[in-house]
């Protein structure tokens, strides 16, 4: 599980250093091998061990093909899916049309979200994070009913 959040800096060729915490974990999981793909609703990228991506491909490659909902995902991020290896130094080159796609400058906050990481431009991530904390009450009625019975 990925955990944590980690504000990083994007070096001049767009690679990312993986912290160290996590580096391990990924050298056990997937020997280093990543894939990087766009989030369909926000302007961030998700990033996931291969096995765990591999996962998610067989599904979306098994909807049904006439469906244009399951179309739209397909094309997204199997499309938009980049395999990255790990390099010696624990860095991560993220491809030019994955970071313009997130506007991926220098400052940049990686997310853990259990199975993946979500890599956000800081900017971006600290204003749409003020956002949703001061997001509605009533938005938390729209929550799944296993949500709703946690007890945080």
Same mark, same amino acid.
């Given at each position: @599980?990925?955990?944590?959040?980690?504000?990083? !800096?994007?070096?001049?060729?767009?690679?990312?250093?993986?912290?160290?915490?996590?580096?391990?974990?990924?050298?056990?999981?997937?020997?280093?091998?990543?894939?990087?793909?766009?989030?369909?609703?926000? *302007?961030?990228?998700?990033?996931?061990?291969?096995?765990?991506?591999?996962?998610?491909?067989? /599904?979306?490659?098994?909807?049904?093909?006439?469906?244009? !909902?399951? *179309?739209? @995902?397909?094309?997204?991020?199997?499309?938009?899916? !980049? &395999?990255?290896?790990?390099?010696?130094?624990? *860095?991560?080159?993220?491809?030019?049309?994955? *970071?313009?796609?997130?506007?991926?400058?220098?400052?940049?906050?990686? /997310?853990?979200?259990?199975?993946?990481?979500?890599?956000?431009? &800081?900017?971006?991530?600290?204003?749409?994070?003020?956002?949703?904390?001061?997001?509605?009450?009533?938005?938390?009625?729209?929550?799944?009913? &296993?949500?709703?019975?946690?007890?945080?």
């Amino acid at each position: @599980m990925f955990r944590g959040i980690h504000a990083l !800096t994007l070096d001049a060729k767009g690679r990312l250093a993986i912290p160290s915490k996590h580096r391990d974990a990924l050298a056990a999981q997937c020997l280093g091998r990543l894939v990087c793909t766009i989030d369909p609703d926000s *302007r961030c990228l998700w990033l996931y061990p291969l096995p765990a991506w591999e996962e998610i491909e067989h /599904i979306l490659d098994g909807l049904p093909s006439l469906d244009q !909902t399951a *179309r739209r @995902m397909q094309r997204l991020l199997i499309g938009h899916a !980049t &395999e990255c290896d790990l390099d010696a130094q624990g *860095r991560l080159l993220l491809p030019p049309p994955l *970071r313009e796609f997130a506007a991926l400058n220098k400052h940049v906050v990686l /997310i853990g979200q259990g199975k993946k990481f979500e890599i956000w431009d &800081e900017a971006e991530w600290n204003g749409r994070r003020e956002e949703w904390l001061k997001s509605d009450a009533r938005d938390y009625q729209q929550l799944p009913d &296993e949500l709703k019975k946690l007890s945080l």
